[in-house]
């Protein structure tokens, strides 16, 4: 049973680039959400995607988006990228976006240069 | 909003001594809690969760917490820690609105838990 899968594992970007970040959720899943863990902080919420809408927002600029497709997996995408945007992006799973027992993925490093 | 707590940053303990890691939440609302492991350069890992019923659950690697309403704590223990029990542990929170989550979570800063041979 495949947990929840994130690509890139670690990435380097430019200031004012664009970056995308994959997930692929939980098998039996259909809510994926995706938090930010800058260095020596917990986790932060970004957003939540359930049948292929946003449907939660944490408390991110428009900068941050997201996109969910027919199979559940998801993408973020950051634009005009910061060095403040550094960070392990996780993306979580979980059954419906009520769902109480969330999994995480390994997450994806970006770092922002 | 909520706010979750963690109030020791790090704890170091030697191999088989108990550890307690602590951690209070703040909320207008009733929530669900969560303990959530991280190891050194990896994900986080379900440990634990209270959703309801007994206050008292345990995990498989034998951690436990105690959900305490009128304190708002949720204090994570182990009766004798591994080298392998080294970790960073997140503490969280989920808003319950009668029985189902708003499935946002809101997590404390973390305590690193060193164990030293």
């Known amino acids: 049973d495949a947990g929840v899968t994130q690509s890139p594992t670690h990435l380097i970007k430019t200031r004012g680039q664009q970056v995308t970040l994959r997930c692929s959720p939980k098998?039996?899943?259909?809510?994926v959400s995706w938090y930010q863990q800058a260095l020596g902080q917990g986790p932060q919420f970004i957003f939540q995607?359930?049948?292929?809408?946003?449907?939660q927002r944490g408390n991110f600029p428009d900068r941050f988006s997201g996109h969910q497709f027919p199979n559940y997996s998801s993408e973020l995408n950051v634009n005009a990228l910061l060095l403040g945007d550094s960070a392990l992006y996780l993306c979580?799973?979980?059954?419906?976006?009520?769902?109480?027992?969330?999994?995480f993925g390994e997450g994806s490093w970006l770092t922002v240069v | 909003a909520q706010s979750v707590t963690q109030l020791d940053s790090q704890v170091p303990v030697f191999e088989e001594a108990p550890v307690e890691l602590r951690c209070n939440y703040s909320?207008?609302?009733?929530?669900?809690l969560f303990w959530y492991v991280q190891y050194p350069n990896q994900g986080l890992q379900l440990l634990l969760k209270?959703?309801?019923?007994?206050?008292l659950v345990e995990s498989i690697n034998g951690f436990e917490a105690e959900f305490n309403k009128s304190q708002t704590s949720f204090h994570l223990r182990k009766p004798s820690v591994h080298i392998s029990d080294t970790a960073e542990y997140f503490c969280?929170?989920?808003?319950?609105?009668?029985?189902?989550?708003?499935?946002?979570?809101?997590f404390g800063q973390g305590t690193i838990l060193t164990v030293h041979p």
């Open positions: 979580a799973s979980s059954t419906g976006p009520s769902g109480n027992t969330i999994y």
């Open positions: 098998s039996g899943h259909d809510t």
């Open positions: 995607y359930y049948e292929e809408e946003e449907r």
């Open positions: 909320s207008s609302v009733s929530v669900y």
């Open positions: 209270y959703l309801s019923g007994s206050t």
């Open positions: 969280a929170v989920i808003k319950n609105a009668g029985g189902t989550s708003y499935g946002k979570l809101t």
